[in-house]
């Protein structure tokens, strides 16, 4: 069922999730550093994945994916107290899921501000609304996720970067906001389709073995799905 105000929500998701992904992702792009990379390393400089001009695939990738992305969003949480955390989210998701996928890096230049934005916004929801105890899931779930994903980087290296790590934080807050249920569901949907498209193209010899393989990008789309069926799935799950 949709949210209270779902309409309202879903619109301005579209509109400014979009605009503002399509305007700031390009931009980011352009002026993040580049990462130190091992010796024999190579990867496409952000500028050039940017590239030039105002209206670049970059912009309209970035700007259409916040925009879907916000859009759902709007309609599944309604004008709620941690909407607006959710909006920053897709917008700055949007932008890190382009850049893995064309470079297999997710810049903590992005990131660690988005923990900032995205917190704020908590606690800005929070004094509003009166839900600290949103606020402190929100805060434990995210050292949760941040740790369970910390063991499988030191365990599977290969498998998981520390980029996916600090995601694994900003995400893990985000959804714990929201619910128990959305926490689980959103990361664990990410780890999997992860892994089973990730074992897949393996087999499948599309990237080598020894590969990084960008596993940002289905972390965010778990996320989105533990929004939009997190609850069903818990209440499934409890009878």
């Known amino acids: 069922m949709p949210a209270d105000n779902a309409l309202l929500a879903a619109g301005a998701g579209v509109v400014l999730c979009g ?5 700031l992702g390009p931009w980011v792009m352009r002026r993040i550093p580049e990462p130190v990379l091992e010796e024999g390393d190579t990867k496409t ?9 105002v209206a670049t695939s970059a912009a309209y990738w970035c700007g259409g994916t916040a925009a879907l992305a916000g859009g759902l969003l709007g309609w599944s949480l309604g004008t709620s107290a941690g909407l607006a955390a959710w909006f920053i989210l897709a917008v700055s998701g949007a ?23 995205v917190g704020v916004a908590l606690l800005v929801g929070a004094g509003v609304s009166g839900e600290w105890d949103a606020l402190r899931r929100a805060l434990i779930a995210g050292a949760i996720g941040f740790g369970g994903f910390y063991l499988l980087w030191r365990v599977f290296p290969r498998g998981v970067g520390f980029g996916d790590v600090r995601l694994s934080g900003l995400l893990g807050m985000a959804l714990g906001w929201i619910g128990w249920g959305e926490f689980i569901a959103g ?8 892994a089973v498209i990730g074992i897949g193209l393996r087999v499948a010899r599309v990237i080598k073995r020894k590969q990084m393989f960008p596993f940002g990008p289905f972390m965010l789309v778990g996320a989105l799905l533990g ?13």
């Not at 932008?95 to 934005?117: C, E, F």
């Open 187 to 194: 990361l664990y949907l990410g780890f999997l389709l992860g």
């Open 95 to 117: 932008v890190l899921g382009y850049i893995d996928t064309r470079t297999r890096y997710l810049p903590s230049a992005i990131i660690w501000p988005s923990y900032v934005l």
């Open 19 to 23: 605009a503002a992904a399509f305007g």
């Open 45 to 53: 400089p952000y500028a050039v994945l940017a590239g030039q001009g």
């Open 227 to 239: 929004v939009l069926v997190g609850e069903p799935l818990e209440r499934l799950y409890l009878g």
